[in-house]
């Protein structure tokens, strides 16, 4: 399984009412073409619980979704696809700071997980930070600043490898139609440099990513990948901040 650790700009302040109807439950199902499907919705005062479950051909997925709000509010989201991969997360929202975890498991064995926060500064700013391990036990750790402007939003990330091997990568991402459009330049601590574009698309449940990476020498390496929208792959609230630092 590979990380994928592209992120989108997203606001960190969010108006937070209480709700005050009683607890409600609602249940649906349905079934077309040999496939069928079930949800159930549970409101209480402040909170909200979900599941859904689906089956077709390809088997049977399954997701859970929890949120609470007023102060320290959180969202945790769990679930297993139709190929037998799962996954979960949570995020909490606590005096200006966001905190994200979570973990995935594919089909295959390998794991990935992530844990972050990031936090509004006082002049607009965000200051982030985390780290991320991969199915091969390999683990990075990042932090960054990321600042609204009219172009979009500006960020620097620094990621640190197990070695001590770093990369630093400085950005902007815009909004597009379908999605997020990231240009800038990078450098790291084994000499290399050069720029990168990447367009993040957003469609039918997928995350597509195409991007090009052109290094010192003026050789480009393009690259395309894909993976399912709802993982712990976006997990940095403001930026999908980097690439894994250098080769150690």
């Known amino acids: 399984m590979r990380i994928h650790t592209l992120a989108a700009a997203t606001a960190i302040v969010m108006v937070l009412t209480l709700g005050v109807a009683e607890a409600r439950e609602r249940a649906h199902s349905g079934s077309r073409g040999g496939a069928s499907a079930s949800r159930s919705v549970d409101r209480d005062r402040g909170s909200i619980t979900r599941g859904v479950e689906a089956s077709g051909e390809r088997g049977t997925a399954a997701r859970n979704y929890n949120r609470t709000r007023g102060e320290g509010s959180a969202r945790s989201s769990s679930g ?80 640190t490898g197990e070695k001590g091997n770093t990369s630093t990568r400085t950005g902007l991402t815009t909004r597009t139609e379908n999605g997020l459009s990231t240009t800038g330049t990078y450098e790291n601590s084994l000499g290399g440099s050069g720029s990168y574009d990447r367009d993040r698309t957003y469609a039918d449940g997928q995350v597509t990513i195409n991007g090009a990476r052109t290094n010192q020498d003026g050789v480009t390496h393009n690259y395309n990948r894909s993976h399912p929208r709802r993982t712990i792959m976006n997990q940095n609230p403001i930026t999908q901040p980097v690439e894994p630092p250098a080769t150690e």
Request: hydrophobic content about 10%.
């Open 80 to 159: 297993t696809g139709a190929n037998g991969g799962t996954y979960d997360r949570t995020v909490e929202r606590a005096d200006g700071t966001t905190t994200r975890t979570g973990s995935a498991t594919g089909a295959n064995g390998n794991t990935a997980s992530h844990q972050g926060s990031t936090t509004r500064n006082e002049d607009g700013s965000y200051s982030y930070g985390g780290s991320v391990t991969g199915p091969k036990d390999n683990t990075y750790n990042y932090e960054g600043t990321a600042t609204r402007t009219e172009d979009g939003l500006s960020h620097t990330t620094t990621t």
